[in-house]
């Protein structure tokens, strides 16, 4: 099983909302990303959690909160957002396969600011 | 730092014509290699992965090989379908496998 959900799939919020994206994966990967992608652009990376600790954040704004109770499930709580945050959110996880990784991403989560 | 070049289109094609979409690389060491697939309104799926030079990934139909004296990593089909519209993306990752860079994107229509 190479799954990894996303909740909700859309989401709509006004600019003073706090709401949480959710990402989850049960193939034991023990790296987990947040990624940003707008339209006809590659992902952008904004955070990775590796062993449940956070391990890069790509200097992203405060009101973008990441969280990770454990090593399935990755949060990502938003608030005050602004319009030119609408975009497709991806989350992903990487493991180990032979000594190399490879990335699996979920559907994404497209966030609408209004 | 690392980093990946691929050409970014659109390519519009027609449907049983071949496709390369050229991909190469600037990295230290010996990354592993990626292409990924993103259909509309869907998040990116792993099309196939070479992990050393001379590797050739393949799925679906798709092939490409790790090419080290050249750094790349072209991507190809020999007769492409209307299902295979979409974005391509050419990655790699270091053996850290936490640093993943994408290439910008490759844009194909398959018209029938």
């Known amino acids: 099983d190479t799954e990894v959900t996303q909740t909700p799939k859309h989401l709509v919020m006004g600019m003073t909302n706090k709401k949480s994206l959710k990402c989850e994966q049960h193939?034991?990967?023990?790296?987990m990303y947040w990624y940003k992608q707008k339209a006809k652009k590659p992902p952008e990376l904004m955070f990775v959690?590796?062993?449940?600790?956070?391990?890069i954040n790509e200097s992203v704004p405060s009101r973008f909160s990441p969280e990770c109770p454990n090593s399935s499930l990755l949060n990502l709580h938003l608030h005050a957002l602004q319009p030119e945050d609408s975009a497709l959110y991806l989350c992903?996880?990487?493991?180990?396969?032979?000594?190399?990784?490879?990335?699996?991403f979920g559907p994404g989560t497209r966030l609408t600011v209004t | 730092g690392n980093s990946v070049t691929q050409m970014e289109g659109p390519v519009t094609l027609s449907e049983e014509a071949f496709l390369t979409i050229n991909c190469t690389y600037t990295?230290?060491?010996?990354?592993?290699l990626f292409w990924y697939v993103q259909y509309p309104g869907e998040g990116l799926q792993l099309l196939l992965k070479?992990?050393?030079?001379?590797d050739k990934g393949s799925n679906k139909g798709f092939e490409a090989t790790y090419r080290k004296e050249t750094t790349s990593f072209h991507l190809e089909k020999g007769s492409v379908q209307v299902s295979d519209s979409a974005v391509y993306f050419c990655?790699?990752?270091?053996?850290?496998?936490?640093?993943?860079?994408f290439g910008p994107g490759t844009r194909l229509s398959v018209l029938p």
């Open positions: 070479a992990t050393k030079a001379d």
């Open positions: 990655a790699l990752s270091d053996l850290r496998g936490q640093n993943f860079v």
């Open positions: 990295a230290t060491g010996y990354p592993s």
């Open positions: 193939m034991g990967h023990r790296a």
């Open positions: 992903a996880s990487s493991g180990e396969q032979a000594g190399r990784y490879e990335q699996y």
């Open positions: 959690y590796s062993y449940e600790k956070l391990s």
